[in-house]
């Protein structure tokens, strides 16, 4: 397919708009050609998943946008920072390394990046509407612009994802267009009680499961009950999109493009469908825990990807009327707005009688934060508990938020939710 | 024999063939400090890349791996080339990055890879759009 610029795009490839707009759009146009775009279309924000540290070839390539004048130019937000990631035996960081790595941080800062430093921009200033065309990276974030808002991005990445906001510009292909957005597998809720209510657990599990069977294709669920709130559209997305690589989701009924069966297929219904039955929920529950119910417990992970405002607005609550005492840590990750907005209310007021760590700026499971490496660690995460041993060495217990709070406070893996 | 291919990262080079039966990510499949292939899961796991012309059926997993690709360029632990069955927008970048920062060329060529086998002889000479050539002698 022949690849074309407007323009103005040729304008800015030739250098017109300075040196970083041009080598940004050398960049685009490369990766649009690969992935088979016939041209390039605007867009009006973009999410950086680029303050990892991968080497020096990660800050070369920012310092060259520095150099070159580059800004981006639609609002831009940043992912956590983390000096070293998923695989800490891949980059054996000097203290010289270290510093780039920081470096990798403030020259983001330098380029009009907004440092946000979370994995959960949707829950800032900076979340798109529905429709938007955008450039996000990190893989939750992708899928929860897609699904849960309706704003249309592809999985972006190193590199790509700050080509687009510097050139505002991103391949017209993929997701950004209508026809790649419809279903194409589904998925349907069986044999489930009508008056069970919607547990965490099981939008996890859901999450687990789309995502190791869908492979590429665009999955729809069918039968889902209404989430208490969007965050457990957020867990059910991270679950997807950590088993698998789901970028976009439907659930009919509930997310903005699936208001019927019909619809999030395009009209045209799938050959065939996937069950999900109660006894498929508890085996992908069950492999996530690699621990027994009532073994010793060293912390609780909470807030994978970052905790919202709705949830500490469940927890504080919960946490007060369960009293877990300061035996086990309690570790939340949450972004940095959301934590100022809590201090400015007051919202935190007392919890220094539990033994609670505010984490922000990066997550428990891509760093050595925790105090202990050696036990098992609770979460009601998916993506943590799915993360964490391999990152870390830890042993996981997944649990609901109650059964969390209630094993740190029995100091051993206990559930109080039926 | 001669092939020709899709060209989409420029350069010209001449080495011997690794050719890879799986997709390989590289981040978290290769090790940037030797060049060598660390994937646990992957058949090709301890080959070496650096200064082969990798051939593969395609890319594979995180996007991390377009910035892997250019740190192995830079160390000198990469591959000399890269053809691939189906073109790969990871890599594709990669090499571009590389070549913009340090003048390091990696040339990726999209064609049939087919009777090609490790140890052969492989040219490549790619533009960087539209249409290159690969020029094959087998070991034997």
Redesign the interface.
């Known amino acids: 397919m022949a690849f074309h610029l407007t323009a103005d795009e040729s304008a800015m490839l030739r250098g017109e708009s300075g040196a970083a707009v041009a080598f940004a759009m050398e960049i685009l146009s490369a990766f649009a050609r690969a992935v088979g775009a016939p041209s390039l279309l605007p867009i009006t924000r973009a999410h950086i998943d680029g303050c990892l540290y991968h080497g020096q070839a990660s800050l070369d390539f920012v310092e060259r946008m520095v150099a070159g004048g580059g800004r981006v130019r639609v609002p831009t937000t940043l992912n956590v920072g983390a000096v070293d990631l998923i695989h800490p035996e891949l980059v054996r960081l000097t203290e010289a390394e270290r510093a780039s790595a920081r470096r990798l941080m403030t020259a983001h800062e330098e380029l009009g990046c907004h440092p946000s430093f979370t994995c959960a921009p949707y829950q800032t200033r900076f979340r798109p509407a529905f429709g938007e065309q955008i450039a996000w990276g990190e893989s939750n974030a992708i899928v929860f612009a897609n699904s849960v808002i309706g704003a249309r991005t592809n999985r972006y990445g190193d590199f790509i994802d700050l080509c687009c906001a510097i050139a505002g510009r991103a391949p017209a292909w993929g997701l950004h267009l209508d026809g790649n957005r419809h279903g194409q597998v589904l998925f349907r809720l069986a044999g489930f009680g009508r008056s069970r209510p919607p547990t965490d657990a099981l939008f996890v599990a859901v999450g687990l499961l789309i995502g190791s069977l869908a492979g590429e294709r665009v999955p729809v669920i069918d039968g889902l009950p209404p989430p208490r709130t969007e965050d457990q559209l957020k867990a059910l997305g991270a679950a997807a999109a950590t088993s698998g690589s789901v970028a976009l989701f439907h659930a009919v009924g509930i997310t903005p493009e699936a208001p019927t069966l019909d619809t999030a297929f395009g009209g045209r219904m799938p050959a065939g469908s996937i069950e999900i039955r109660p006894a498929d929920i508890a085996r992908a529950l069950g492999q996530l825990s690699t621990v027994p119910d009532g073994s010793p417990i060293t912390a609780v992970c909470l807030g994978t990807p970052h905790f919202s405002r709705d949830e500490w607005a469940r927890f504080l609550p919960m946490l007060r009327a369960m009293t877990p005492g300061r035996s086990v840590p309690i570790y939340v990750n949450t972004g940095r707005a959301t934590l100022q907005a809590l201090e400015a209310e007051g919202a935190l007021k007392g919890v220094d009688e539990f033994n609670l760590r505010i984490v922000t700026d990066t997550c428990t499971y891509l760093t050595p934060i925790l105090e202990r490496m050696d036990g098992t660690v609770m979460t009601n995460s998916g993506k943590w508990a799915h993360y964490a041993p391999g990152n870390l060495g830890v042993k996981v217990a997944f649990g609901e938020l109650e059964d969390c709070i209630a094993s740190a406070a029995a100091g051993h893996v206990v559930r109080v939710t039926a | 024999m001669t092939r020709t291919a899709q060209s989409?990262?420029e350069g010209d080079a001449d080495a011997l063939a690794l050719v890879l039966s799986h997709p390989l990510s590289f981040?978290?499949g290769i090790?940037?400090?030797t060049g060598r292939i660390?994937d646990r899961s992957h058949p090709g796991r301890g080959q070496q890349v650096a200064g082969r012309i990798l051939v593969m059926p395609g890319g594979r997993g995180?996007?991390?791996?377009?910035?892997?690709l250019?740190?192995s360029?830079?160390?000198g632990t990469g591959p000399a080339g890269v053809v691939l069955a189906v073109?790969?927008?990871?890599l594709?970048?990669?090499a571009?990055?590389?070549q913009?920062?340090?003048g390091i060329r990696c040339p990726i060529l999209v064609c049939p890879i087919e009777g090609i086998r490790t140890g052969d002889r492989v040219h490549l000479s790619s533009p960087g759009?539209g249409t290159g050539h690969l020029e094959l002698t087998l070991a034997f």
């Open positions: 989409f990262a981040w978290g090790d940037v400090e660390i995180s996007s991390s791996s377009s910035a892997v250019a740190e360029l830079r160390r073109p790969d927008p990871i594709t970048v990669g571009i990055v590389a913009s920062l340090y759009t």
